[in-house]
């Protein structure tokens, strides 16, 4: 299983998750699923954020109205529906941002969607943007050190990490790993 980040997505998901930096966004994953062979695939053309999020240092309260009318807009939409959503987890004092979901995020999964989560953390040292061997992508920016990580849940509940296609991230990130100290 693969979740596929456009460049539009990728900055959607970035933004969002600084501009409230230290508390938590969300927002909504728009795009399509694909199926290659036996192999599903998600696109996510846009990471929408959500405006009506109630936020919080922990958690993010939905709002299930205005989520139905997102919904029903993209209906008109060939081709993109809502196949998911994200948030971020954030540094909080020393305890470093989990990449994992909480129970809470769990019971919210439905296993037709993708969910990503995105982790921020204060920048130690610059590294470049690579994928990692748990399918997650992580890089810094001149402030801020990211990790998304993408999640399907089976049928019985049980969360799963969907590897990340993001080729964007590497041109943007591609510079020289500088040593420091
Ligand atoms: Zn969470």
Do not use: N
């Given at each position: 299983m693969v979740t596929y980040i456009s460049q539009n997505a990728f900055w959607g998901l970035l933004i969002s998750a600084v501009e409230v930096y230290k508390r938590e966004c969300f927002g909504l994953l728009i795009g399509y699923r694909d199926r290659k062979g036996p192999d599903e695939m998600y696109i996510v053309e846009h990471a929408l954020p959500y405006q009506s999020a109630g936020r919080a240092h922990k958690g993010v309260v939905n709002n299930p109205r205005a989520h139905k009318r997102i919904e029903r807009f993209l209906?008109?939409?060939?081709?993109?529906?809502?196949?998911g959503d994200f948030h971020s987890h954030t540094m909080w004092g020393y305890s470093r941002a989990a990449s994992h979901p909480s129970e809470t995020d769990v019971a919210g999964m439905k296993p037709e969607n993708v969910y990503v989560i995105v982790s921020v953390n204060d920048r130690l040292r610059e590294v470049p943007w690579s994928y990692n061997d748990n399918g997650s992508l992580s890089g810094t920016t001149d402030e801020h050190h990211f990790r998304l990580t993408a999640y399907t849940v089976t049928a019985s509940g049980e969360p799963r990490r969907s590897s990340i296609l993001c080729p964007y991230a590497f041109g943007f990130g591609a510079s020289p790993i500088r040593a420091i100290r």
């Open positions: 209906e008109s939409i060939p081709h993109l529906s809502v196949i």
